[in-house]
C-alpha cells in the first residue's frame, strides 16, 4: 500500500512548504517513486509551490496530477470537491510507493475554519499528518499550547499526528522548544531555527510593496532576496558600521550624498553584497547626480518611491517571501531540513519500508550528509571562472566544506554579488600575497632540489594557481584541492606528482567514476589516467579503488575485468590480467577479487553461476577494474550514456592528499559533487 504524510498547520507563513521540501527529499531517498499531492490550492492551472515541489528529483509527475480542486470550487460544493480529491489522489497513489501532501495555504477561505477543512481532507486521504506550527512572537508554552490545541482538533476529526516541526524559532530555545514539544505524545518532534533567507522576499516584491520605480541597476536583481531593511540615518561612518549584508537600505532622496559609499560597500567583501537601495521622499534626481552615474556600471537595483521613510519602512519591513520561490531558498530547506529533522523517527512514524537499493537521489544525499558530518578545508585555483563561483556558493549553503577561493577578494566578491551569490563564508586567499609566496617558493625548492630547482625558478611555478593550491594542500593549509574547469587534466595532477607523492607502496594515480546505476552505486577504474598499466600498476589501481569504495560505503568486491573468465583464455592480455590478481591477493589479501573474469560472469548471478560458481566475485562485483584505458573510458561513457546511470568523477586515486580533476565542460553540479567527493576523501587521510 502507498504511504503518505499530510503536511498542515494553523496558520499562514510557517513555512510547511518547506518542510515538504525535506520530506520529498527524504522519501526519494527510501522508495524508488514518490508523488507529490495538493488537495486545495488557488488555482488548478498554475501553483508555484506545487511547481517547485515537482522540480524535486524522485518527482516526475504532471501538473495536473498533483493538484485537486480549487477554493472556490470547495467552497461551492465542499462534498463534491472531497470526491474529486479523494479519486485525484488514489489515480495517483496507484503509482507510487509514496506520496507527500501538502495542506493549504490560508489564502481564499475562512482561516478559523480552514484547520479542520485540511482535517477532513487528511482523513479522507487516510493519511497520517505532520503539523507545522510557527515559534517565532510566541513564548514556548504559548507554543504548546496552541500545538495541542491543533493536534486535539485534528484527533477529532479521526486523524493520527505522527509529527510536529516548529518552525522560525529563536535559535537559544531549540532545546528548550523541543522538550515541551515532547510532553504532547508519542510523536516525532523536530524544531527549526529562524532562517532568514526562507523569509526574505525578493527586491522586487519590496519595490512593488512601495510603489517604488527602478532607476538604476541589473533587473535581474529584483529576483535576489533582501534578508534585512535599514533606514539610512546618519553619516557615512557612522551608516557602514550598522549595514548588513543582502540589506534593503532605506535612503532620504534628499541625501544622495550617500550614494557613491553605499555602492562603494556594495562591492566591498567587509559590508556587501547589499540587495537594493530605495530612495525616499519623491524629490527629482538632480540632473548633476544623473551625469555622475550615467556612465556608471552599476548592479545593485535602486528605485524611487513617492512615500517618506517612515511609512515605507514600516512597509518593506511588512512583506514576507514564500519559502519555495526561488532556488536558494529550497535548497536552504533542504539543508535545514536535514541538519534539524529527526528522519528515523519520522520514518519510523509514518512506517516507511526502507529499501536495500542505492538510487543516484540516494547517493548524492548520503555522500552530501558524509561531507557534513566533518567539513574539510577545500581549496578552488580557478575563482575567475562563473561555474566554481556558483559551485562554490552551493557548497557553502549546504555545509558540505569549507572552502579556499584563490583570488582578488574584491573582484570575487564583485562577481559572486554580480551573479547574486553569497559567498561570505568562503576564505579568499590572494595568490600574489608576498609572505605566502616566500614561505610556498621555499618549500618547493627544498622539495625539488633533487631536480635543481632554484628559488626564482619556484616562485615562477607559482604563478600557476595550481602549484600555488597544491601547496597550500601540501602544508596542511588546506585538506583537499578540485581544479581542471580551466587547467587541463595534466596541469592539475602534475604538482601533486611533483610533491603531495602516491600513497606508499601505490606507484600509479588513478581516474576511477562512481556510477549511479538506477538501484546501486559502482566503481570503474582505470577510466582517465593509465592508457596501459603494466600488472603491477593494475594490481594499484584495483588496491586504490577497494579504498574508494569503502570511502563512500560501497562493499569492495572487485572484478579485474578481461576477454576471458577464469582459466578458459591465453593471450597476453589475459596474462596481465591474471598477474595482476595475483599481485592484488599477495598485497592485500583481506579483499575479495577476481580475475580474469569478463564483465557479464561479474554483474549477472545466472552467468556467474555456469562461468564461476562458488566466487564472492562473480556476479556482484561493486568495483571493476579494466584493463586499459581505452576499454574503461569507453566502457563509462557506454554506460552513462545507454543506461542513464549518473557518473561521478573522475575521483583521482591513489594520491597521499586528495586531488580531483574536473573536466572543462564540468557543469556546476557536476563540480559539487566533485568538491564533495574530495571532502570526503580528506576525512579518511
Known sequence: MTKSVFIASSERQVSKSSIALGVIDLFARQVRSVGVFRPLVASTESDPVTEAMLSQKGVNQSFESAVGVSYPEYAEDPDRAIDTIVAKYNALAESRDAVVILGSDYEDIDTSSELAHNATIAANLNSPIVFVCRAEGRSIEQVRRLTEAAIESLEQQHNTVIGIVATHTDPEEVDDLKAALSTLGEVAVSVLPFNAVLRAPSVGAQFDAVGATQWLGQDDFRRHESLHTLVAGMTLPNLLTRLRREATVIVPADRLDLLPGLLMAHRSPDYGPLAALVLTGGFEIPTSVSKLFADSSIDLPIAVTERDTFPTAVALQAVRGTSTSSARKMAESRTLFSQYVDEDALLNAIDLPRTENRTPTMFEYQIMQQARANRQRIVLPEATDDRI??????????????????????????????????????????????????????????????????????RDKL?????????????????????????????????????????????????????????????????AVNPDPDPSQLADVAISSAKTAVDFGIEPRIAMLSYSTGDSGAGADVDKVREATRIVRERAPELKVEGPIQFDAAVDEVVAQKKMPNSEVAGKATVFIFPDLNTGNNTYKAVQRTSGAVAIGPVLQGLRRPVNDLSRGALVDDIVSTITITAIQAQSV
Open 389 to 458: 563561483l556558483e559551485a562554490a556558493a552551493v557548497c557553502l549553503q549546504r555545509s558540505v566544506a569549507d572552502l579556499i577561493l584563490l583570488g582578488d577578494h574584491a573582484k570575487i566578491s564583485q562577481r559572486a554579488t554580480e551573479l547574486g551569490l553569497n559567498l561570505s563564508e568562503a576564505t579568499v586567499v590572494n595568490p600574489h600575497d608576498p609572505e605566502l609566496i616566500e614561505t610556498f617558493a621555499a618549500e618547493y625548492a627544498r622539495l625539488r632540489a633533487h631536480k635543481h630547482v632554484t628559488l626564482e625558478q619556484a
Open 463 to 527: 604563478k600557476d594557481l595550481s602549484y600555488f593550491g597544491t601547496m597550500m594542500v601540501h602544508l596542511d593549509m588546506a585538506d583537499g584541492m578540485v581544479s581542471g574547469a580551466i587547467n587541463t587534466t595534466a596541469n592539475t595532477i602534475r604538482p601533486s606528482l611533483e610533491f603531495i607523492k602516491t600513497v606508499p607502496g601505490v606507484s600509479v594515480v588513478s581516474g576511477s567514476f562512481l556510477m549511479c546505476m538506477s538501484n546501486r552505486v559502482l566503481v570503474y577504474a582505470d577510466c
